[in-house]
């Protein structure tokens, strides 16, 4: 993997970095290292809980050829980590993707890439949550969903008010559990196979109204496309950029490694799963694939052992969003993208714990009140969203080079332009088998659409009518006017 050359230290935390006024910029404190930003990503994206969820998606549409679909999904999932490792390397601040985009892009993109993530990522800790009751009911049979789901959220965002190094331990922890969960299913398949790898390789086999045969390319190719969100989150390393200390290289390495690390985390099960399920037609019609798997292989009390391994993955997976969602939300009171007195408030800094306590606390309760929303209504709302962000961030690296907007960047990524090229593509066909899908995929492109019009209708009629939209940082030189 490319390591990053070294790069100037950042300016001392307290600084008045983005304002042209005796106003200082509110800074979060550094202290993390890459390795704790390593562990806080991981957990967002949660492997496990992917396994668990995504993965029977995948399987349900293309059979064994899901270890195909998982390959073709980490190819793409590398060309967009280097885009995501050479623009955090960049810009390593807490706002993200859309800080990123907005100062490559022009502030425009910036601020409808904004719209769509703070939406996204408020609504998507509600539907993480409610999968937690759905593994506790192996225990408590009859829990309601959405008050577990309300008391998860509300827990963890306690707990991410707290000191960021706390959070990267507590993280640790529960990510340490979900990781031999993982290494518990993997082990019942790989040693234990009920065929051949060749077979999975060679002659892959899939359901088809009920009937199994050979599974398409097409079937492969499209399943693929579910399999790309089960890997994302890697670049979620860049909210910490702004706490983590040596940012402009660490932030890079955390990224790759994590993209590396999931991959692995997540192939290697699902790959154990087709090779060790007794009977793949079972598998295929199984309610739950993974309880029928882990059952089927070692009986019912290592099923409610694993379930609850899931659900502790689950929850390690909120705190660790509201962390990154509430870092981004901190960020936009910092860039006074609201009225003056909700901004000064979200860039409000714990004196004590130095994190953004007033934004975690908004962000929690946003979350907590979602969890009673309709979880079909969630899904579709969230499920494109995140490809219109890959594809600014695609168009951002580019218009980076070009514009020399990027060449600071301790981190550049192989074989330019070929990775948001590629990504692009595979963007487009993603686009393309959610415009077939009239269910989910058809209605949330719209809804995405509508998102995007809605946020660039604020920046128009609110931003721009005040005379300028702060892009502030720990490292800006000046506030950026408009």
């Known amino acids: 993997m490319p390591d990053p050359s070294p790069t100037p230290p950042p300016a001392p935390p307290g600084k008045s ?53 998982f390959v073709i999904a980490a190819v793409v999932g590398v060309f967009m980590a280097f885009v995501y490792a050479e623009l955090a390397s960049a810009y390593p601040l807490s706002g993200g993707e859309y800080a990123i985009v907005a100062r490559t892009l022009g502030r425009l993109p910036g601020f ?50 707290f000191d960021i ?47 199994v045969g050979p599974a398409a390319a097409g079937l492969i190719t499209a399943a693929a496309a579910v399999a790309i969100f089960s890997y994302n989150g890697y670049g979620s390393a860049v909210y910490f950029g702004e706490e983590t200390t040596n940012a402009h290289r660490g932030i890079a390495r955390a990224i790759l490694w994590a993209l590396v690390i999931t991959v692995i985390a997540e192939l290697v099960p699902v790959t154990a799963v087709l090779l060790g399920a007794p009977s793949l037609p079972e598998l295929f019609a199984a309610d739950n694939m993974m309880s029928y798997f882990v059952t089927a292989k ?9 379930s609850l391994a899931i659900a502790l993955a689950i929850l390690n997976a909120v705190l660790a969003i ?24 979200l860039a409000s800094v714990h004196p004590t714990a130095g994190t ?27 499920a494109t969203s995140i490809v219109a962000v890959y594809a600014a961030l695609c168009l951002a690296v580019i218009n980076g080079r070009r514009t020399g907007a990027t060449a600071h960047a301790a ?40 998102i995007g019009a809605a946020a660039a209708l604020y920046y128009v009629l609110v931003l721009r009518r005040r005379g300028r939209w702060e892009l502030r940082g720990p490292e800006e030189a000046e506030s950026t006017p408009l």
């Open 17 to 69: 970095t983005g304002d042209t006024t005796a106003n200082t910029t509110p800074t979060l404190r550094r202290g993390l290292k890459v390795l704790g930003t390593l562990l806080i990503t991981l957990s967002a994206i949660s492997p496990a809980s992917s396994v668990f969820i995504i993965a029977p998606g995948v399987v349900a549409q293309a059979g064994s050829g899901a270890f195909w679909s």
């Open 112 to 161: 409808v890439t904004l719209g769509l993530l703070l939406v996204t990522q408020l609504l998507i800790i509600a539907v993480i949550a409610l999968g937690v009751g759905t593994y506790l009911e192996v225990l408590i049979p009859g829990l309601p969903g959405p008050v577990v789901a309300a008391v998860t959220t509300a827990g963890a965002t306690v707990l991410a008010v």
């Open 165 to 211: 190094k706390l959070n990267a331990w507590i993280t640790g922890v529960f990510l340490a559990i979900e990781m031999v969960a993982l290494v518990v299913v993997s082990a019942l398949g790989l040693f234990d196979p009920a065929r051949p790898l060749g077979e999975l390789i060679s002659a892959p086999v899939a359901a088809v109204d009920g009937v």
């Open 298 to 306: 070692a009986g019912s009390t290592v099923n409610t052992v694993i």
């Open 322 to 345: 509201i962390l990154i969602t509430a870092r981004m939300v901190f960020s936009t009171g910092r860039d006074a993208a609201w009225p003056g007195t909700v901004s000064r408030a």
């Open 356 to 382: 953004p306590w007033i934004a975690t606390l908004a962000t929690g309760a946003f979350a907590t009140a979602l969890c009673f929303a309709d979880k079909d209504f969630l899904l579709v709302v969230t």
């Open 411 to 450: 981190y550049r990524m192989p074989w330019f332009p070929v990775a948001p090229v590629v990504a692009l593509a595979a963007l487009v066909y993603v686009i393309w088998q959610n415009a077939l899908d009239p269910v989910i995929g058809r209605p949330s492109l719209a809804i995405t659409v509508g």
